[in-house]
T-cell receptor, first 117, second 114 residues
Framework: AQTVTQSQPEMSVQEAETVTLSCTYD???????LFWYKQPPSRQMILVIR??????QNATENRFSVNFQKAAKSFSLKISDSQLGDAAMYFC??????????????FGKGTKLSVKP | ETGVTQTPRHLVMGMTNKKSLKCEQH?????MYWYKQSAKKPLELMFV???????ENNSVPSRFSPECPNSSHLFLHLHTLQPEDSALYLC?????????????FGEGSWLTVV
């Protein structure tokens, strides 16, 4: 079974600085998708960025980028020019591309990010 | 504004009550999901529907009963719940159930069982 591990329960960053959140996963599959979701105090789970495992190029969305290392099964999120609105819980998630459990997003336990003014 | 809306946002119910959570998606998606988020566990998938047909049920107790009358609406019927069922219940949708389709979440329904 696949697992997702976020080893940093909490992180802190100064406004305008850069922070990297770590995520590792365990799978025997070769085709899958990886996601970072943000959950602010409103509790809505908001998609930040997604990565297809078959793509070597790292995904980027404005100030958010990932470092995807398939062989190492690592998928870290870098937030540049951090803003106060980035403060939230960040969840790394894995989704299999194979039948039987296609609907299942497997989440890590999350990293709580604080942004200091 | 979210494309997936959930009502009620907060619900307090006794263990003998029957209540329902409602979810509506305005995104034209064909797949809908219920997830449970507890304080000490990662998000857990409960149910998956594709074109109103249940395609996955992750060993959820029968006191949780889903209903999907059409591709835009999803309900979670609750009866004789336990205090440990208190959690945030998140509804979500995606264009199709296949993994390449991004899942979009609602704001959740906070459930407290007393």
């Amino acid at each position: 079974a696949q697992t997702v591990t976020q080893s940093q329960p909490e992180m802190s960053v100064q406004e305008a600085e850069t922070v990297t959140l770590s995520c590792t996963y365990d799978t025997s599959e070769s085709d899958y998708y990886l996601f970072w979701y943000k959950q602010p105090p409103s509790r809505q789970m908001i998609l930040v960025i997604r990565q297809e495992a078959y793509k070597q190029q790292n995904a980027t969305e404005n100030r958010f980028s990932v470092n995807f290392q398939k062989a190492a099964k690592s998928f870290s999120l870098k937030i540049s020019d951090s803003q106060l609105g980035d403060a939230a819980m960040y969840f790394c998630a894995y989704r299999s591309d194979y039948g039987g459990s296609q609907g299942n997003l497997i989440f890590g336990k999350g990293t709580k990010l604080s942004v200091k003014p | 504004e979210t494309g997936v809306t959930q009502t009620p946002r907060h619900l307090v119910m006794g263990m003998t009550n029957k209540k329902s959570l409602k979810c509506e998606q305005h995104l034209g998606h064909n797949a809908m999901y219920w997830y449970k988020q507890s304080a000490k566990k990662p998000l857990e998938l409960m149910f998956v529907y594709s074109l109103e047909e249940r395609v996955e049920n992750n060993s959820v107790p029968s006191r949780f009963s889903p209903e999907c009358p059409n591709s835009s609406h999803l309900f979670l019927h609750l009866h004789t719940l336990q205090p440990e069922d208190s959690a945030l219940y998140l509804c979500a949708s995606s264009q199709e159930v296949q993994a390449g389709n991004t899942i979009y979440f609602g704001e959740g329904s906070w459930l407290t069982v007393v």
